[in-house]
């Protein structure tokens, strides 16, 4: 016990010799987080504290930004990636610098790749190391533990997200809270995005029910943070009690991380432990699984992790009696597993087989088990990977869910893709052909080998920003389109070319002529640059459904 506490204030003593993280937090763009810092760091350098601006975002806001003169700012560091010149927090100036107080802003965000970290909660670490103070912001939807939850609130899959021990471990956090109808009030009047994205902010995720389910997220994580930083820290070490919480994780599981972030939110909500534990069976060794298994499997581990899971790896064939008698030596409550993807056969059933779930519950005396339904979203609600896809709330009307370009070619809306960061053309080109090929997946393969054929033989574009890839496919019997737009840019490893845009066109073998008739109404498109321009700024699949139409309707290349 006597080693316990010491090691325990030991921590404490490290604690002390690190600068002081306090955040400000909200729930949304808007509240007034940036505002409050700015406000600080003047009372701050009022009473003779050395603050200085390691990086503000404004984003246009005019009274944001009048609180910027007056104060100290480190000059960001340009960064040319891929032909684009990208400003970031010159993280060595402020370390050479040494201030006594750094602003940083949006904690969440993910630094370009090349940079000494990956993320900016990371290089705020390294300041914290370093003894300087450091106040920053951040917005509640980016919490790694509330991803599902945030996905089923508000329909939008959040991709900025940071671990939850930064929150955690955070010295001081304040709410930003205004109302929601203050907040769309200050959107309407032009004080949180510029004039142009108004319309589409008020009626999709500024909506007066996703700010109040993020609000409400916003005030029980501030809750569970403030009942967790009361306990003693020096109790951090005790023996647990018999109500730990523990993970079963699966290298098939449909959705290991939704698995990882509720038992998360659960052991921060009954301060208590937990742990992430792998069963590996004989049929789950290395050599019998595929390396994409691997893989997630890997991505699952390290999640726990992050997330603060203490992690095990076992091996044995039988999952439940090595369940249990972990939660046995380390006294678990609470074991959290999926539900099962399939049930077992009747004739199966009546040899007396029944399910990993089933067994824990049946044997698990004493010890509650939860399980999750981890099922993925349904489709249509939101699009995979990286790009985002909105449905139409306002009003409850339904919009246009398709173009149609020259004769007889669609182009729906799940085959619009939007990327926040930047792609590998690779991996541009293989969610594009799989959007195209959704409603046929029998062509899939035989039309990525085909597609990869044809680029080998060189690319096709239309100016620096534009890129289409096309090949004519044996069998097809209408073309196939999909857009995606990457304002960050596609970059080609083998070529170095980076593109902002790709259209992906999918025809007939025969006749050849239609296959040139659509690629040359693509072309023009292309070359409109207003067009391009509006695409490019587009936040949602939806946006470039109103601006096409609306732009060539003269020369009715398109029509709804």
């Given amino acids: 016990m006597n080693d316990i506490r010491a090691d ?38 009022k009473d003779g504290i050395d603050v200085v601006v390691g990086l503000v975002e404004t984003h246009g806001r005019a009274e944001t930004g009048a609180l910027l003169d007056g104060l100290e700012l480190v000059p960001r560091r340009k960064t040319i990636y891929r032909g684009i010149e990208i400003d970031e927090m010159d993280l060595d100036a402020i370390l050479v610098r040494r201030p006594s107080v750094v602003l940083v802003d949006e904690l969440a965000h993910t630094n ?78 032009g004080k949180v995005y510029t004039q142009d994205r108004i319309e589409t902010a008020l009626s999709r995720f500024f909506m007066p029910a996703n700010l109040e389910q993020l609000r409400e997220l916003t005030l029980r994580e501030m809750a569970s943070q403030i009942d967790s930083k009361s306990r003693d820290p020096l109790a951090d070490g005790l023996p647990s009690s018999p109500d730990q919480i523990m993970v079963a994780l699966s290298s098939r599981g449909p ?70 008698q972990f939660a046995k030596e380390y006294r678990v409550g609470h074991i959290v597993i999926g539900a099962p993807g399939s049930k077992i056969p009747f004739w199966r059933r009546l040899k007396g087989e029944s399910s990993i779930m089933e067994r824990l519950v049946a044997e698990g005396k004493g010890i509650n088990v939860v399980v999750l339904n981890t ?106 389109v999909a857009l995606g737009v990457c304002r960050a840019g596609i970059q080609d490893a083998q070529t170095g070319h980076v593109v902002r845009i790709m259209v992906l066109l999918l025809s007939p073998a025969e006749p050849p002529e239609r296959h040139v008739e659509t690629l040359g109404i693509i072309s023009r498109l292309v070359r409109n640059d207003q067009l391009l321009k509006e695409v490019l700024a587009a936040r949602v699949p939806m946006d470039i459904m109103r601006v096409i139409p609306q732009r060539e309707q003269r020369g009715k290349a398109i029509r709804r």
């Fill in 8 to 45: 325990s204030f030991l921590r404490l003593i490290r604690r002390s010799q690190r600068g002081r993280l306090k955040i400000y937090l909200g729930y949304a763009a808007g509240v007034g987080k940036t505002y409050q810092m700015l406000l600080e760091a003047h009372r701050l350098k």
């Fill in 255 to 324: 959705n290991s991380e939704a698995l990882l972030r509720y038992a998360s939110r659960l052991a921060g909500r009954l301060n208590r432990n937990w742990y992430a534990v792998y069963v590996q069976t004989s049929q789950e060794s290395p050599l019998a699984i595929d390396a994409a298994t691997q893989r997630t499997l890997s991505n699952t581990l390290t999640l726990a992790q992050q997330l603060g899971a203490t992690v095990f790896t076992y091996r044995g064939d039988d999952v439940v009696k090595t369940i249990l």
């Fill in 112 to 189: 370009i790749p090349g940079s000494k970290n990956g993320k900016r909660y990371q290089d705020v670490d390294e300041l914290l190391a370093a003894g300087i103070h450091v106040i920053s912001t951040l917005n509640v939807q980016h919490l790694e533990s509330l991803y599902e939850t945030v996905e089923r609130a508000v329909a939008v899959k959040v991709r900025e997200r940071i671990p939850d021990h930064v929150v955690a471990e955070a010295d001081q956090l304040v709410n930003v809270d205004i109302t929601s109808e203050d907040l769309r009030r200050r959107l309407k009047e």
């Fill in 375 to 480: 099922q993925p979203m349904p489709e249509g609600r939101l699009n995979d990977g990286q790009a985002r896809v909105t449905e139409n709330a306002q009003q409850g009307k339904e919009e246009k869910k398709h173009l149609v370009l020259g004769r007889d070619v669609v182009l729906p809306d799940h085959c619009i893709l939007i990327w926040d960061e930047t792609l590998e053309k690779e991996a541009a080109l293989r969610q594009l052909l799989e959007a195209c090929c959704r409603e046929r997946p029998e062509i899939l393969e035989s039309t990525r080998e085909v597609l990869r054929m044809r680029e080998r033989q060189g690319g096709t574009f239309v100016g620096d920003n534009v890129a289409i890839p096309h090949a004519r496919i044996e069998g097809l019997q209408q073309s196939l």
